[in-house]
T-cell receptor, first 116, second 112 residues
Framework: GAVVSQHPSWVICKSGTSVKIECRSL??????MFWYRQFPKQSLMLMAT?????????EQGVEKDKFLINHASLTLSTLTVTSAHPEDSSFYIC????????????FGAGSRLTVL | GEDVEQSLFLSVREGDSSVINCTYT??????LYWYKQEPGAGLQLLTY?????DMKQDQRLTVLLNKKDKHLSLRIADTQTGDSAIYFC????????????FGKGTKLSVIP
């Protein structure tokens, strides 16, 4: 079946630095990928829709200059958290759509970011 | 806006059936999903149901949909300790819409 790989699975960084998280579709091409953020004991919040070859579409309230998304190929989307602060600490999950009639998304295993 | 609601906790004994309930508000929901999230991991699609179906069964899983009441349930038969996880209900609207609205998740605890 479809597999989505995220890297790194966890990262610790100092406040003020930038962190890049990769999301790869391993055995299918994904023209669209999604980035979610999950706070402890909360649901997933959609941050943005990443479109291959074009700009990402951000959800209301998500700072596009803070969370840079690049979808340079049909198998790779990256999320860069710029000038990270402790409040950016969270679990970030990506998902990718493999075209099907059921709108089935495949999720990555998530990346836990801790900003000190 | 759209909203998906779930109870936050459910505790069952091993071998019993678990029923996780979900309500949603978007009347144009086309597909409804159940995802499972184990600690520290991403989401795993368990099953989904198209909005014109009332029921879908897949091995130990049974999904019931009451479209009139906008109520979705997931029944897990013969619940095992490995079923302990958080279960998310989600809906999407419209063909080609991969944007899902998730509930807050129900934490299922299975007592040996």
């Amino acid at each position: 079946g479809a597999v989505v790989s995220q890297h790194p699975s966890w990262v610790i960084c100092k406040s003020g630095t930038s962190v890049k998280i990769e999301c790869r579709s391993l055995d299918f091409q994904a023209t669209t990928m999604f980035w979610y953020r999950q706070f402890p004991k909360q649901s997933l919040m959609l941050m943005a829709t990443s479109n291959e070859g074009s700009k990402a579409t951000y959800e209301q309230g998500v700072e596009k200059d803070k969370f840079l998304i690049n979808h340079a190929s049909l198998t790779l989307s990256t999320l860069t958290v710029t000038s990270a602060h402790p409040e950016d600490s969270s679990f970030y999950i990506c998902s990718a759509s493999e075209v099907s009639g059921a709108n089935v998304l495949t999720f990555g295993a998530g990346s836990r970011l801790t900003v000190l | 806006g759209e909203d998906v609601e779930q109870s936050l906790f459910l505790s069952v004994r091993e071998g019993d059936s678990s029923v996780i309930n979900c309500t949603y508000t978007d009347s144009s929901s086309t597909y409804l999903y159940w995802y499972k999230q184990e600690p520290g991991a991403g989401l795993q699609l368990l099953t989904y149901i198209f909005s014109n179906m009332d029921m879908k069964q897949d091995q130990r899983l049974t999904v019931l949909l009451n479209k009139k009441d906008k109520h979705l349930s997931l029944r897990i038969a013969d619940t095992q300790t490995g079923d302990s996880a958080i279960y998310f209900c989600a809906d999407s609207s419209g063909a080609g819409s991969y944007q899902l609205t998730f509930g807050k998740g129900t934490k299922l605890s299975v007592i040996p």
